[in-house]
Every structure is written in C-alpha cells, then in structure tokens.
C-alpha cells in the first residue's frame, strides 16, 4: 500500500488533493478524484476526471464511463451526463466489456433522469422538440413524451424527420416511438439522403436484442462469446441506423456472415475460417464484401 493509499484510509483527503493533484500517474489521479467525492466536492471531481480523461480511459475505461456519469448526475446535470455519454459511445472500439457497459449506463442515465425530474409542461418540451441544436434536451424531450399523449408533439416531431440538422440515429429513435405509440399518420423521413414516406403503425417494430441474438447464436458456431457479442452490438447499432429499413429481408446468410466477418477483423482475429463457411455454402465471397463494406461505412467502424 502507498503512502497516499494510508492517508486516503486515515481520511487526509486534502494532503491528497494538495500533493497529487498534478500528478499524471492513474493510481493517483483516482486517489484525487476519490478525495473529492469524499470532501463532497463534486465539481472539482469532475474536473480532475475530464482534465485527465486520456490517462483515465487507457487504465480503467468502464471505471471512467460509469464515474464521470455518476458524478454528473449526483449534480443533478442530466444534460452533461447525456453529452458525456454520447462522447463515450463515440470513441473507437475498446473493449467487448465496455460495449456491453454502454446500454445498461445509458438506461442507468434515464433511470436517474426520471427518478429526480420534476415533471415537465407540455410546453417545454415543445420548446426543446424544437431546438435541434441542443441534442441532449432533445433526446431527453422524446424520452419523456414516451410517457404521455403524443398528438401535442407529433407535428414537431414530423418536422425533425425531415430536418437537415437532426442526425439520422435520433430520426430512427423518434420513429420507433411513432411506432410504438402506433401513429396512423403518414410521416416523410429523409435519412442519408433517401426519403421515405410511412404509416407508422403498419410499420414492422425494429429488431429487440433479444431476437438479435437468437439469430446471431442461431446462426454462428463459435465459442467466442466476445466475437458474437460485438456482433450483436454491431447488429443493432446498423438496424438502428438504417430503419425504416430491415436488415436481414434479403440475404439473411450474408449479412450475418458479413457481419461475422467484421467482428473478427475488428477483434484483429483470421477471417480465413470464415472464408471457408462461404466457400462451403456456395455463397458469393463478393457479395459478402461488398456487404461488409457498406456496414462498415454506415455504422463508420475504425479497426
């Protein structure tokens, strides 16, 4: 045990903080955001995470996600989680653990989020549906008229499905609530510069996780569970960003083996066992790349 360790059990948490706050040693800057939290200095907590944030994600990533959240939502700072969340979910691939974190933290924030929130007017929400530049109001906008009546909303809503300044996921999640809240209306969607017009309640409910990977363990013989978690992910991820759209309506095989494929190189795993699956199912190799491709470009994966 250090000697900083000792003085963080005796409780010297300002010696900590006075001697280590320069530091660029992991151990140590955990110990000073530790002292923080425990003097009840939240905002200087944060501060020292996001000041040291590089150091931090290469020691322990999920430790910093959950972390630096946490602290945010103890200041009641519902925006700061969700944009510090949206950092996170953005960054290139890390870990099969920290893919698997990153739903159940996102439903942690909402969890928060409704636990704590006053109840929000109708007219505020309006007035946040409407302000595209401040995405995380906006998200945590929609979440919340998941709960209510929608008619109030749904004219804004329709309105965002065609805007320019709202990215394609947020489109896909404020269609899947029309879906579920089963609107008769026709609704026009441009996403990636493809246009749609749909009825959302005759509209198919986009694939749940649980049918996810039933087709990917369905499907896949392997014993690596991490590869055919990342698949999953990845599966989901593209189905989000492409609905209204489905997945696996043509080519079932090769989209999943594409999809095989990617997590394997993505885990810097041979693919020529892959390759030999293709050859034996007299599938076209091509066909399967050309796929692979384009998943690649949607979901824009960094290997």
Known sequence: MSIYEELFKKGEYQKIVEELELSTIPQEIWLVVDSYVQMNQIDNAIRTIENNREILLKDDPKKLMF???DLYLLNNDFVKALTTFSYFEELPYISIEVEELLPSLKQYIYKKMNDKSSKISDSEIIKNIKNYDKKDLFLKSVYEIQKRDIKPFLSYLKNALIS???DDTIKSLILILLVEKHVDDEVKIIKDNKEYIVTPHYLDPILTMDEIEKIVYGNINDKDVSIL????????????KIYPDTIFEDGEEEYILAFYM?????????????EDIIEQKHLNKETILSIKKCIKETLNTEQ
Do not use: P
Request: hydrophobic share 50%.
């Open 164 to 166: 320019d300044k709202i």
């Open 262 to 274: 990617l997590a394997n190189e993505m885990f810097q795993k041979d693919t020529k066992s892959i």
């Open 229 to 240: 978690n990342l698949m999953s992910q990845l599966i989901a991820e593209y189905a989000l």
């Open 67 to 69: 972390l630096n959240i």
